[in-house]
C-alpha cells in the first residue's frame, strides 16, 4: 500500500490553562454561537499566509489579545497518531546596533527568518514585524540611533 505524503500546515490556536496548570492549545473562535465562521478551521500554506489572513480578515485585535499562537499541523500518514499539532516557539535574535552598540532582541519565527536570510523580501517573510524591528533586522540600526540620524519618523 502506498500512502499519501506527509504534509505540513499552519494554523492559529489559543492557549489555555486550566486550573492545575495544564496547557491545551484550543481553536480560535470555535464556539458557533458566538462566531459565524470559525476561523481556527482554516489551515495555512505557511506561517506568512496565516499572519496575512489575520490580516484580511481583520483579526488583528483579537489575535493580539486572546494570544494566538502559531502551530505547525503535520498530517503524517504513516504516523499512528495520524497528524500532530506543534507550537511553533519565535526564537530572538539579538541584533547589535551597528552605531551604538546596543544589543536589541528581535522576535522571530524560525522558519520566516531563513526565508528572508535566502533572499525574500522582509515584509513577504515576515509581515508581522513592526517596522522598526525591520529595519533593526535590515540595517542594524536602533530606534534611537535612526531617530537620532533622520529625526523622529512621523507615523501617519
Ligand atoms: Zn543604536
Known amino acids: 500500500m502506498i500512502l499519501p505524503p506527509k504534509e505540513v500546515w499552519y494554523q492559529y490556536k489559543q492557549l489555555l490553562v486550566d486550573s492545575e496548570g495544564t496547557e491545551r492549545l484550543i481553536s480560535v473562535q470555535a464556539d458557533p454561537m458566538v462566531f459565524e465562521d470559525c476561523f481556527g478551521d482554516n489551515l495555512f500554506r505557511s506561517p506568512q499566509d496565516a ?13 493580539a489579545e486572546d494570544q494566538w499562537i502559531l502551530c505547525a ?13 506543534n507550537r511553533i516557539n519565535n526564537i530572538t535574535v539579538n541584533v547589535d546596533c551597528q552605531h551604538c552598540g546596543k544589543s536589541c532582541p528581535v522576535q522571530v519565527v524560525p522558519e520566516q527568518y531563513s526565508q528572508w536570510k535566502q533572499g525574500i ?12 524591528d525591520r529595519e533593526l533586522l535590515m540595517s542594524r540600526t536602533c530606534t534611537a540611533c535612526w531617530d537620532e540620524m533622520f529625526g523622529p519618523e512621523d507615523d501617519e
Open 51 to 63: 499572519a496575512q489572513a489575520v490580516e484580511d480578515y481583520g483579526h488583528e485585535d483579537e489575535a
Open 121 to 132: 523580501y522582509i515584509q513577504d517573510a515576515m509581515p508581522q514585524l513592526s517596522p522598526d
Open 73 to 85: 499541523v503535520t498530517f503524517d500518514p504513516e504516523s499512528r497518531y495520524g497528524s500532530m499539532i
